[in-house]
């Protein structure tokens, strides 16, 4: 049972344009939100992260919205960049056994043509 | 400093074998998690260690097991390898994800196991 879920499998853009990358999570418990971007043959790298108390987070170019009651989050990538190709992974967290373990979506492929 | 080490980076085993992992963790970091990444099913997440004891561990067969050193190195343990085994394993390492939701983990490129 998939508790984050990102149903785009991938995701095509022109360069300059805006990317929005969508997540939704099943489980109400999870309390920190998090994207990570991986690149082939590379580990995912920490990109933005919001707290369940907000409902934007800005860092750059990069946006991350968040709608609890549709339990729905998205990323925007404003402008996009052909070096924002990779894979986005959506991630939840929430306390357990003492720590808080990130729950992983499946990914989105972002291709960003020139 | 250093990332997060991962050995050996490419490995290839046959059915019914078994395999170790190992990752160093960034300096100063305590706590070790591992996933697995498959095409279709994104990041998996295996076990989470923490000051040598198993804090965590997620929905994997008994096949798979992991430990934690007390210098915060950790090693996992892959036993009669099945062909839906292939995959790419990752560690991630972090000072302590207990103390705060938004601690941020540190993957390493991760280790490509794939079984023939």
């Known amino acids: 049972d998939q508790q984050v879920k990102q149903n785009s499998p991938s995701l095509s853009v022109q360069e300059g344009r805006i990317s929005i990358l969508n997540c939704d999570y099943t489980n109400s418990m999870f309390d920190y939100f998090l994207w990570y971007k991986k690149y082939p043959a590379e580990g995912p790298t920490f990109l933005i992260s919001i707290s369940s108390i907000k409902d934007k987070n800005e860092d750059g170019r990069f946006t991350v919205f968040l709608n609890k009651s549709a339990k729905h989050l998205s990323l925007h990538i404003v402008p996009s960049q052909p070096g924002d190709s990779a894979v986005y992974f959506c991630a939840a967290t929430r306390a357990s056994g003492g720590s808080y373990i990130p729950t992983f979506g499946r990914g989105t492929s972002l291709i960003v043509h020139p | 400093k250093a990332g997060v080490t991962q050995t050996p980076r490419y490995l290839i085993k046959t059915r019914g074998q078994q395999v170790t992992l190992s990752c160093s963790p960034i300096s100063g970091h305590r706590s070790v998690s591992w996933y697995q990444q498959t095409p279709g099913q994104g990041l998996q997440f295996l076990f989470e260690?923490?000051?040598?004891?198993?804090?965590n561990k997620g929905n994997f067969p008994g096949r798979f097991s992991g430990r934690q050193f007390s210098n915060s190195r950790s090693e996992m343990n892959v036993s009669t390898l099945e062909l839906g085994d292939s995959a790419l394993y990752l560690c991630?390492?972090?000072?302590?994800?207990?103390?705060?939701?938004?601690?941020?983990?540190?993957f390493g490129e991760g280790s490509w196991l794939t079984v023939v």
């Open positions: 991630a390492s972090s000072s302590d994800p207990g103390t705060s939701p938004g601690n941020t983990i540190y």
């Open positions: 260690y923490f000051s040598e004891t198993q804090r």
